[in-house]
């Protein structure tokens, strides 16, 4: 098992273990691990699973719970006519740039249902790290962006779902819906770190 895959069955395995007769929407194939989990889910629990890639990986499964849409994450039309209008899990796994994640969470964020969970792949920066053994200039950079995005929509949007964070291998988001209401803009988070008062107090420190 690699680390994408002791991730996936540590941490999301685990959260919709308890999810029957629920429709589950997955963006990103990749090599078909999380095409799998979720499919093993699925013929357990009764489940169906909407999987969305640009590549067409049509053949990869023959599964009666199964249906797989070639298309860009961002075509919403295209896909809101193809997909029932509610997912109890949504993953993302695509283009892992802030700007591109805040479009996708806002633009599905209200097919979930109540308590359901949105899920997004590689929000940490860490294993990219200069001189780390899977060190990536874009991976970190991206990922520092995504998880700080992240952030600033939770920042703004308290009361509609919980977030959570595992830091397994490039790690997961996990938005925990709470309420019925659309997302809130993000809301920049502005903090203390270069006030007078801190610097005063590192100062003192020394």
């Known amino acids: 098992m690699d680390n994408y895959e002791y991730k996936l069955h540590n941490t999301i395995s685990k959260e ?3 999810y029957k007769n629920v429709n589950i929407l997955e963006f990103g194939v990749r090599k078909g691990v999380s095409t799998k989990l979720f499919l093993d889910h699925a013929s ?3 489940c169906k699973v909407y999987s969305v890639d640009i590549i067409d990986y049509s053949k990869n499964f023959n599964d009666q719970n199964w249906t797989f849409i070639k ?3 961002d075509s919403f039309d295209y896909i809101k006519n193809k997909i029932p209008d509610e997912f109890k899990v949504i993953y993302l796994d695509t283009l ?3 700007n591109h994640v805040e479009k ?3 633009n599905y964020y209200d097919l979930l249902s109540l308590d359901g969970l949105f899920i997004i792949d590689d929000i ?3 294993p990219y790290l200069k001189n780390n053994e899977q060190s990536n200039f874009y991976c970190e950079i991206n990922n520092f962006e995504t998880f700080n995005k992240l952030l600033e929509i939770y920042n703004n949007n308290k009361e509609n779902f919980d977030l959570s964070f595992s830091f397994i291998d490039s790690g997961n988001a996990f938005f925990k819906k709470k309420t019925n209401q659309s997302l809130n803009k993000p809301k920049q988070i502005i903090t203390r770190i270069n006030s007078i008062k801190n610097i005063i107090r590192k100062t003192v420190k020394r």
């Open 16 to 18: 919709i273990k308890n």
């Open 44 to 46: 357990k629990n009764n």
């Open 124 to 126: 940490s920066h860490l």
């Open 96 to 98: 892992h740039e802030a």
């Open 71 to 73: 298309s860009k994450d």
């Open 104 to 106: 996708i969470i806002y």
